[in-house]
T-cell receptor, first 114, second 113 residues
Framework: NAGVMQNPRHLVRRRGQEARLRCSPM?????VYWYRQLPEEGLKFMVY????????ESGMPKERFSAEFPKEGPSILRIQQVVRGDSAAYFC????????????FGSGTRLTVV | GDSVTQMEGPVTLSEEAFLTINCTYT??????LFWYVQYPGEGLQLLLK?????DKGSNKGFEATYRKETTSFHLEKGSVQVSDSAVYFC????????????FGTGTKLQVIP
């Protein structure tokens, strides 16, 4: 049973390009969460999704960032017109239905904007 | 809202020393508490958890006890090893809502031989 799969592992984009980060949750998990970790900082919540629904996007910047979790396929975090300040590690986590469970994390995508 | 406060790092210890990383929380209701560990270049791994007051979570020699009266969940290990060098995150999940987990800022531990 594969864990949470994120790809790519490393992504380099020039300023103004688009970045697409993918996350496949663990089998049987229907809840997906995206976090951002800036260098030497903790994890900041970005967005929480269930299949085809955004439940909480209170941590997402209002512009340039979007997320989806379609009925089929992985969850996608999309950053348009990237800037240097978007350089960070982006982690995806998944969990099963409601319960006192901790997350299972992916290994992250390290985005570098040059 | 919910919040988690961890002692600031980095913490540097010699091998076989005793480790304590303090964690306190603020939350409504009855949260579950977690410690996660992040090794260099990797994602977070669940280290241990406790789901109600006075529960003790333990794993790989690490322990933490859920203290409701002091709203704390301090991480301890009796004898650290070089391989324990990592960043440790305290976190809570509030059962009153959905499964959003709130993390502390992390404490970097460096163990030297």
């Amino acid at each position: 049973n594969a864990g949470v799969m994120q790809n790519p592992r490393h992504l380099v984009r020039r300023r103004g390009q688009e970045a697409r980060l993918r996350c496949s949750p663990m089998k049987g998990h229907s809840h997906v969460y995206w976090y951002r970790q800036l260098p030497e900082e903790g994890l900041k919540f970005m967005v929480y999704l269930q299949k085809e629904n955004i439940i909480d996007e209170s941590g997402m910047p209002k512009e340039r960032f979007s997320a989806e979790f379609p009925k089929e396929g992985p969850s996608i975090l999309r950053i348009q017109q990237v800037v240097r300040g978007d350089s960070a590690a982006y982690f995806c986590a998944s969990s099963p239905d409601r319960g006192p469970y901790g997350y299972t994390f992916g290994s992250g995508t390290r985005l570098t904007v040059v | 809202g919910d919040s988690v406060t961890q002692m600031e790092g980095p913490v540097t210890l010699s091998e076989e020393a005793f480790l304590t990383i303090n964690c306190t929380y603020t939350a409504t209701g009855y949260p579950s508490l977690f410690w996660y560990v992040q090794y260099p270049g990797e994602g977070l791994q669940l280290l241990l958890k406790a789901t109600k007051a006075d529960d003790k979570g333990s794993n790989k020699g690490f322990e933490a006890t859920y203290r409701k009266e002091t709203t704390s969940f301090h991480l301890e290990k009796g004898s650290v090893q070089v391989s324990d060098s990592a960043v440790y995150f305290c976190a809570l999940h509030n059962s009153g809502g959905y499964q959003k987990v709130t993390f502390g800022t992390g404490t970097k531990l460096q163990v030297i031989p």
